[in-house]
């Protein structure tokens, strides 16, 4: 993530990079309605860059969907927390202080120490509104230069989905209640060889198949529960 006026050398050199300027051309093209998707691969960048494409994204909260595919580092943590987003199993979100390179004697030094300070808590809003955390808790996790896999992330409700979880988790959610259990496949199985074992039984034999299949149907519902 780099200012607008530093993208012409990245693009000298071939260089992957984004900008503000990118953000905000790909938005003007979008049409009322579209959804627009972010991938985030990124070590992050400068931090009011990262704030400003944040702010460019959160204009557009509704419409927009982010995923984090790679890593999504420092300032780009802060890009991704402007709405909905889903992180790869095997991707990384790093969030940390903000940091500088300034040299000068004690005065500067103790200016510079509070010009971070409240850089920090800047910050640290995007992810207090992201996941619903305080401030101590977001500032904390930002003292500690905190890596977090995806499990992690959605633990703290920095993201909103694991990219690839299978659907029977949300299936599980739609049909779970007290009293009901879908049929375990181990379940399934076992009835149905022996539906297969007795295919040639004759009518009487049917029904005490039938009867019997019942019966192990409900042991196996008693021991789901």
Request: charged content about 25%.
């Given at each position: ?33 579209d959804e627009v998707e ?182 196996m519902r008693g021991e789901?529960?």
């Open positions: 993530m780099i200012p607008n006026s530093y993208k012409w050398y990245y693009d000298f050199f071939g260089e992957d990079s984004t900008c503000p300027r990118d953000v905000q051309s790909i938005l003007d093209a979008v049409q009322q309605g972010v991938y985030i691969n990124s070590p992050g960048g400068v931090i009011d860059v990262g704030s400003e494409i944040y702010t460019l994204l959160k204009t557009q909260k509704e419409n927009i969907k982010i995923y984090i595919t790679g890593e999504a580092c420092s300032a780009a943590s802060i890009a991704a927390m402007a709405g909905y987003c889903e992180m790869s199993p095997t991707a990384l979100m790093m969030v940390h202080c903000v940091s500088s390179g300034i040299n000068g004697n004690h005065k500067a030094m103790e200016h510079m120490g509070e010009v971070l300070r409240t850089a920090d808590k800047a910050l640290c809003t995007a992810y207090m509104d992201k996941a619903g955390m305080s401030e101590e808790e977001a500032l904390e996790m930002m003292e500690h230069e905190t890596w977090l896999t995806a499990q992690q992330a959605k633990e703290k409700g920095l993201i909103d989905k694991i990219m690839f979880q299978e659907q029977e988790e949300d299936m599980a959610q739609l049909v779970n209640g007290i009293s009901f259990r879908l049929p375990t496949k181990g379940q399934l199985e076992k009835v149905k060889n022996l539906m297969n074992n007795n295919t040639s039984e004759s009518s009487s034999g049917k029904k005490m198949l039938l009867m019997q299949t019942k019966f192990n149907y409900l042991k789901q529960r």
